[in-house]
């Protein structure tokens, strides 16, 4: 009979399972000298997965594996899944089975797992010296991730054959860097907020959210507010379920924050360069297995084929740091030669590897359940925090504390991609994601610009059979700006300008509104009304009310090509860092081979940082910071110093091509990002869960503000397709299985 036990010290979902075929606390296993030695093996295991893309850590419609049993059967059934995973395909099929497999047996006790390898070896054992078998590079997948100390016991578990036909695997147990490099494509990257798997989603469905009955989608008329990432998004997939619908946009273009401007050339074209004054790099886009991490964007531009480049952060190319009135020069790849920025990264590397450290183990090792309860844990920790504060208490527990001096120097040098003194305020926890999903690393630009991906989508022919492009469609209506929306009994009657005549107005049966919250405050849609049904609940619109936005402030200029390459292979700075008001400057690579010049962004001002300058216009703001690095330059006897001077001059005679945004200033979305401040997690956390609604009553409204994502374009493109399963579920009709709309709630409610 088997014994099922709750242990409360290790948490309510981890049990002690005993089988009972091999009821037994403790095994007798023969040395050398033949005297009996007792070996403890744990028999804690846990209860039975919840099998969905967010355990699994990729998108699938349905198992491989059969997994429909009880506890105790638990081990047979993960023994005939690796059984059939050699003869498992195609490959994606394969790789499926063997993150199921790897799920169930995160569940096992020592004692069960022990069990288990001694039974593959005793029906695989002359597969088993393959590194290249499927068996095998499943049970080298599972030891390296678990700890050295656990896989000892798990060995001395095992039995005398399946010690030395494993002994090599057992040897490396634990080795979480050799986890990664050895199976990058079972990696799972996808955000902690929600774990779903947006990318491997859109690739298996072709866009094709869910299906309305045509005799019912046909009679809609639905409009959508707002030409950014998330518009651009539900009119796609509207579009290929065959459903009506129009775009409005307020401005003369589309993309929102994906804001690339062109500035015509000699000839009157739009030259090739872009400037990006709005979102301008962009993570998870270089890996051929982009499709499970969740990167919704990432999986568009892979789609499209669109050109990529690599984005020069700090550290990865020659980096100026403008410190203290100091200037010290990085090469990529080295420590600062300087005490105290030497220190501040040492500091910084000790606390990021202990805090994450954890997760990313259990993210390469498919440990979804250990990943949820870590990311639990943290957000309850740090929901009280600021970013400063969360910073010193985890230097704390590394027995480190810096001066004031460190602080500064920290807040110039940052994360990783600059510095984040503006930052300082706001919730911990918002910086925790950035880290803990790893969105800061390999950083791409598109040299068509960010939003080619959003006119790829526009031009898009290849749809279901009958529907045509939304630009032959002439779906989207630039310069037409929403004034009023009213909600009556026969659909919405929205108020908009256009072409210079105002209060125009046009029924729609429903309306899509993606514009930010601030928008959504001014229309009013979020407040009393007497004129309208109404638009939405009071627990969205009170989230609305309650995003905090935070201001950006950028400046692009764009000068000759030859003469910026020249300086380039002289040793200029790609990239400068700095505690001035200027904070960052970023050196981009040519955009094409026929491009005569090239970008750079002369600043790039965050939070409380943008908010110190945010009086000052365009030029004023050129002029002030060319000046500083004309005078940081001195007499141009030191070489690195020189080198700055050099790249003033050369950015003062880009001054006629000037692009400069200030977003807190934008009358439609009054800053760059919604941050949370300390004790604000609850608000992303209730705008997400309200675009996940099934029974969602008035308009269906969101945007990048509303995800947990602080200005990813990954957030944008997954919210629009929330929406649209909204309007799906909304109409009666059917989505793909294991659909955005019905994941879990993974966030703990004590962290709210």
């Known amino acids: 009979m088997a014994e099922l036990r709750r242990d409360k010290s290790a948490g309510a979902n981890v049990i002690g399972y005993m089988s009972a075929a091999g009821h037994r606390a403790m095994r007798l296993s023969q040395i050398g000298s033949g005297r009996a030695e007792k070996i403890r093996v744990s028999t804690l295991g846990r209860e039975m997965p919840l099998l969905n893309p967010q355990s699994l850590g990729r998108y699938f419609s349905e198992p491989i594996g059969h997994w429909d049993v009880q506890r105790p059967a638990l081990i047979n059934a993960i023994f005939r899944s690796l059984q059939a995973l050699p003869l498992t395909a195609p490959e994606s099929s394969a790789h499926q089975l063997h993150l199921e497999c790897s799920l169930h047996w995160r569940c096992l006790s020592q004692m069960e797992q022990s069990t288990l390898l001694d039974r593959l070896v005793d029906a695989n054992s002359n597969d088993l010296g393959n590194r290249g078998h499927a068996l095998t590079q499943w049970i080298e997948h599972s030891l390296l991730g678990t700890s050295s100390s656990v896989a000892a016991s798990l060995k001395d ?76 998004t539900v009119l796609d997939g509207l579009n290929r379920m065959g459903v009506p619908c129009t775009l409005m946009e307020q401005a003369d273009h589309i993309g929102g924050r994906l804001a690339t401007v062109r500035k015509p050339s000699v000839s009157g074209r739009d030259s090739p360069t872009p400037m990006e004054m709005g979102a301008m790099r962009f993570h998870d886009v270089k890996h051929a297995d982009v499709g499970h991490t969740g990167n919704s964007f990432g999986a568009l531009i892979q789609h499209y084929g669109l050109p990529i480049a690599d984005f020069p952060n700090p550290t990865t190319v020659r980096t100026a740091l403008m410190v203290g009135g100091e200037v010290i020069l990085v090469e990529p790849g080295d420590a600062p030669n300087h005490d105290g920025l030497r220190s501040v990264k040492e500091g910084y590397e000790r606390v990021e590897a202990a805090l994450f450290g954890p997760m990313r183990a259990a993210r390469a090792a498919g440990d979804t359940q250990a990943l949820h309860a870590l990311r639990n844990a943290h957000f309850q920790r740090f929901n009280s925090h600021s970013f400063r504060s969360g910073m010193a208490t985890l230097l704390q527990e590394q027995k480190i504390e810096w001066d004031p001096e460190q602080w500064r120097l920290f807040g110039a040098v940052g994360i990783g991609v600059g510095g984040y003194k503006g930052y300082e305020a706001t919730g911990f926890l918002e910086e925790f994601k950035f880290l803990a999903d790893q969105r800061l690393e390999d950083h791409v630009f598109l040299p068509g610009g960010a939003n080619s991906v959003l006119h790829a989508m526009i031009e898009d022919n290849d749809l279901p059979q009958g529907r045509t492009s939304l630009a032959a469609q002439q779906a989207i209506r630039c310069g037409h700006e929403v004034t009023n929306i009213v909600r009556t009994e026969d659909g919405y009657k929205v108020h908009f300008s256009a072409n210079g005549v105002e209060d125009q ?68 700075p790609m990239n400068v860092q700095s505690d001035e008001a200027f904070q960052q400057i970023y050196v981009l690579p040519a955009a094409s081979e026929e491009a005569t010049s090239r970008t750079i962004f002369l600043s790039y001002q965050l939070g409380d940082n943008a908010n110190q300058t945010s009086s000052l216009d365009g030029d004023a703001q050129f002029a002030k910071f060319v000046d500083v690095l004309r005078k940081a330059a001195g007499d141009g006897s030191d070489t690195v110093r020189a080198q700055l001077g050099k790249l003033a001059e050369l950015i003062a005679s880009g001054q006629p091509s000037m692009e400069f945004k200030n977003w807190g200033q934008d009358p439609h979305l009054n800053g760059a990002f919604v941050m949370d401040r300390p004790f604000e997690q609850a608000n992303t956390q209730a705008l997400w869960d309200g675009s996940l609604q099934r029974d969602s009553e008035g308009i269906l409204i969101g945007n990048e503000m509303s995800t947990g994502e602080g200005g990813f374009a990954s957030g944008a493109v997954s919210m629009g397709i929330n929406l649209t399963q909204q309007y799906v579920v909304r109409l009666g009709g059917t989505l793909p299985p294991n659909s955005p709309l019905d994941q879990e709630r993974l966030y703990a409610p004590g962290a709210r």
């Open 505 to 572: 107005s046009q029924i729609f049966t429903d309306v899509i509104f993606t514009a930010g919250p601030f928008a959504a405050r001014s229309l009013n849609l979020t407040g009393y009304r007497t004129d309208s049904l109404p638009l939405m609940s009071p627990e969205k619109a009170a989230g609305l009310k309650g995003a905090n936005l935070v201001n950006a402030i950028k400046l692009a200029v764009k000068v000759d090509r030859m003469r910026l390459d020249e300086l380039e292979r002289q040793g200029m």
């Open 157 to 232: 578990g095992c039995n005398t054959r399946t010690r030395k036909t494993l002994a090599a695997l057992f040897e490396q147990a634990g080795q979480t860097q050799l986890l990664a490099s050895r199976f990058p494509h079972l990696r799972m990257k996808m955000p902690i907020d929600h774990f779903y798997d947006y990318a491997g989603f859109i690739k298996a469905t072709g866009r094709v959210y869910g299906h309305i009955p045509p005799e019912i989608a046909r009679h809609q008329r639905v409009l959508v507010v707002g030409g950014g990432a998330t518009g651009i």
